[in-house]
Nanobody, 124 residues
Framework: QVQLVESGGGLVQTGSSLRLSCAASGRTFGSYVMGWFRQAPGKEREFVAYISNRGYTTIYADSVKGRFTISRANARNTGYLQMNSLKPEDTAVYSC?????????????????WGQGTQVTVSS
């Protein structure tokens, strides 16, 4: 059983930075890939970023490329999403997810484990 717990969200102003964390327990953290997704009110869940199990491969949505950085520290069982130059349109609940299959995917249906999410609100 895998548990993922996000933290680090909050209310910030446009242009600010936040770092989200995803603390994992259960299955060996390095045995699965990780993704970050977000969901704004009234919208579908949206892919944000992907990282392979050892961190060698990262993929970003075009909307966050150059501003967000996904990383992981397998020895600490923790994943991260560094978010810089935040914009109001980044406002959403951000969730981390784990996927046993290593194939790169932006489809939330392919992910096996999910955290509860953390709210990020960016004011203009």
């Amino acid at each position: 059983q895998v548990q993922l717990v996000e933290s680090g969200g909050g209310l910030v102003q446009t242009g600010s930075s936040l770092r989200l964390s995803c603390a994992a327990s259960g299955r060996t953290f390095g045995s699965y890939v990780m993704g970050w997704f977000r969901q704004a009110p009234g919208k579908e869940r949206e892919f944000v970023a992907y990282i392979s199990n050892r961190g060698y491969t990262t993929i970003y949505a075009d909307s966050v490329k150059g501003r967000f950085t996904i990383s992981r520290a397998n020895a600490r069982n923790t994943g991260y999403l560094q978010m810089n130059s935040l914009k109001p349109e980044d406002t959403a609940v951000y969730s981390c997810a784990g996927k046993i299959s290593g194939r790169v995917s932006a489809d939330p249906k392919e992910y096996d484990y999910w955290g509860q999410g953390t709210q990020v609100t960016v004011s203009s």
